[in-house]
C-alpha cells in the first residue's frame, strides 16, 4: 500500500531498479538500429528535465553518418593519447587496456550541447550561479540515461574529445557548449559493476563516506584511513 502521491511499489521499484543497473556502456552494443520513435521517448525524457529557471538550455545532435563518426573517433584518439601521456608506470598501462568509448561500434551517437546564452528563464537561477545552465544539461543527459536503461538501451559518455574540435566536426557554433557525446545502442545485458571499478581503476565510495550532518565535514576521510589500515 502507498499513500498520498507515491507511486505504487512496483513502479517505485522500477524507477530505483533503472538507478542501480544503469551503466556507461562502451562494448557490446548490438548491430540494430534504435527506431525513431523510441529515440523520441530518450530525448523527451532528456527535455522533460528540470532546467535552471525553466531555461531549457539543451540541445540535441543525432550523429548516425559514418564519416562524422570516423572523424569523432579520430578525435577521440589524439585526445586519448595525450591522456595516455599523463600517467605513468603501472596506472599508464592500465589506462591502455581501459576500452573508453564506443563511437564506431554503437549505432547511434548523440552529442548534447547547451545554449548558455539563451535568455530564456530570464536569467532566474542564474545571476549568481550562471553555470546552473550547464547543469541544467546534465540533468537532460541523466534523464535520457535512465530511460535509456529502461528500453534495454546502453549509453556511453566520451568526454576525452577536444572540445573546439568537436565543435569543428559538428559544426557546433561559438556561443553553444558541447557538453556529452553519447553513444548508444541495443545491448543483451548491462554489468553488475561500472567498467572503471571491474578492470581496477576506482572503486566506488560507501554513501556513509559521503554524507555529513548540518555542516561540512571531513571526518569520512578519517573513517577511509581507519579502512585502509585495518
Ligand atoms: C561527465 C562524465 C564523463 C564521462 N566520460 C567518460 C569517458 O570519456 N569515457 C568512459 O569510458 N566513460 C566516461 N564516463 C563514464 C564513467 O566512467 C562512469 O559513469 C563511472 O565509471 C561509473 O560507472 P557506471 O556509469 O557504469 O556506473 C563519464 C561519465 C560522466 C558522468
Known amino acids: 500500500m502507498t499513500e498520498g502521491a507515491a507511486f505504487d511499489v512496483q513502479e517505485r521499484d522500477a524507477v530505483y531498479r533503472a538507478i542501480a ?7 557490446g552494443f548490438l548491430d540494430k538500429p534504435l527506431p525513431d520513435d523510441l529515440i523520441h521517448r530518450l530525448l523527451s525524457a532528456a527535455h522533460s528535465a528540470p532546467s535552471v529557471g525553466l531555461m531549457q538550455p539543451s540541445r540535441f545532435i543525432l550523429v548516425r553518418d559514418h564519416g562524422i563518426r570516423r572523424a569523432v573517433h579520430a578525435a577521440f584518439l589524439q585526445a586519448n593519447e595525450q591522456a595516455m601521456a599523463t600517467y605513468t ?6 589506462y591502455a587496456r581501459l576500452k573508453l568509448e564506443g563511437i564506431l561500434e554503437a549505432p547511434q551517437n548523440l552529442c548534447v550541447v547547451s545554449d548558455l546564452e539563451s535568455e530564456r528563464g530570464h536569467q532566474l ?5 550562471p553555470e546552473t545552465a550547464i547543469y541544467s544539461t546534465v540533468c537532460a543527459i541523466q534523464n535520457l540515461w535512465l530511460a535509456a536503461r529502461a528500453e534495454g538501451v546502453g549509453v556511453g559518455w566520451v568526454s576525452i574529445l577536444d572540445p573546439p574540435r568537436l565543435a569543428e566536426i559538428l559544426q557546433i557554433p561559438a556561443n553553444i557548449l558541447p557538453v556529452a557525446y553519447l553513444c548508444l545502442g541495443y545491448v543483451n545485458r548491462f554489468g553488475t559493476q561500472p567498467e572503471l ?15 555529513s550532518y548540518d555542516t561540512y ?7 577511509h584511513v581507519e579502512a585502509a589500515k585495518a
Do not use: F
Open 125 to 129: 537561477g542564474r545571476h549568481t550561479m
Open 217 to 223: 565535514s571531513d571526518e569520512r576521510k578519517a573513517g
Open 21 to 27: 543497473t544503469r551503466r556507461d556502456v562502451r562494448r
Open 89 to 94: 608506470g603501472e596506472r599508464r598501462e592500465q
Open 197 to 211: 571499478e571491474r578492470y581496477g581503476w576506482e572503486s566506488r565510495v560507501p554513501l556513509d563516506r559521503v554524507i
